[in-house]
């Protein structure tokens, strides 16, 4: 993991440090996309948030308190799970589905 302001540290899918853990097999395609320039999979159909949790233990830092942040109301209402898409466009990470070759970062100013 990276220190209280960094990003969430990838972790192999089902290990212990994931939050999420898929518990049904998914005829759907896997497709690719980045966390702040680190390569990840998902399944077509997940949200950004639920592919993000099942490699990480979080998908944020609280900008006050360092304290991880992993969404709060999974329906797009509270604004604790919002993510970048590209320079500007900000998003909710629970209500966006994952697209194949999705950009996503967890901070305004994405890594070079």
Same mark, same amino acid.
């Given at each position: 993991?990276?220190?209280? *302001? ?10 212990? *440090? ?20 680190r390569p990840m999979?998902?399944? @077509?159909?997940? *949200?950004?948030? $639920? ?8 998908? !944020? ?7 991880? !942040? ?6 797009? $209402?509270? @604004?604790? &799970? ?11 990470? &629970?209500?966006?589905?994952? $697209?194949?070759?999705? @950009?996503?970062?967890? *901070? ?5």
């Open positions: 993991m990276t220190g209280p *302001s960094g990003p969430p540290a990838a972790a192999p899918e089902g290990t212990p *440090s994931a939050i999420l853990h898929r518990v049904a097999a998914f005829d759907t395609p896997l497709l690719r996309f980045t966390l702040d320039g999979q998902a399944r @077509q159909g997940e *949200s950004v948030l $639920a592919a993000i949790l099942c490699h990480a233990g979080h998908l !944020r830092r609280h900008e006050c308190s360092g304290e991880p !942040r992993a969404g709060f109301c999974l329906m797009g $209402a509270c @604004q604790d &799970c919002w993510v970048w898409f590209g320079p500007g466009e900000r998003g909710r990470a &629970c209500t966006t589905p994952v $697209a194949d070759g999705m @950009q996503v970062s967890t *901070s305004p100013d994405p890594p070079a």
